[in-house]
């Protein structure tokens, strides 16, 4: 007889402290699974300093950020979301948007290959 694994394991995450200075991004990878040369699903933990804008980016890849920490704002195709820790965002691929800061933000940002056969439009949840 099979066990099913218990999905309810706790989880704790402990920020450590960063000295991020302003303008300054701080990307590091915590996870990549890929086919040969192409990654598949990518996460990332981001730390950028206040006042940064970031350049126009048109991903191939899905996206999610969930904000730890900080806040700024997020344009998705000229529409303003303002980031605040709890905020969970999806951009589907291939939508323009960009990325402004107010504080320090730390965020998890996830890539991954789109579905083909779903055509979703930019979402938030606030929890």
């Not at 218990?6 to 996870?31: A, K």
């Not at 950028?48 to 350049?55: I, K, M, N, T």
Request: aromatic share 6%.
């Amino acid at each position: 007889m099979a066990q099913a694994a218990d999905l309810r394991r706790p989880f704790h995450l402990q920020l450590l402290p960063m000295q991020s200075q302003p303008h300054q991004i701080l990307n590091v990878e915590i996870v990549q699974h890929g086919d040969g040369d192409q990654a598949l699903y990518q996460q990332n933990l981001m730390s950028s300093g206040a006042d940064v804008q970031l350049p126009e980016i048109c991903d191939a890849k899905d996206i999610t950020i969930a904000v730890l920490e900080g806040n700024g704002n997020l344009i998705i195709q000229e529409e303003t979301v303002t980031l605040e820790p709890g905020m969970f965002v999806f951009i589907p691929a291939n939508t323009f948007h960009t990325l402004q800061t107010r504080s320090r933000l730390v965020f998890l940002l996830n890539r991954c290959m789109p579905d083909r056969d779903t055509h979703d439009s930019p979402w938030v949840i606030n929890l």
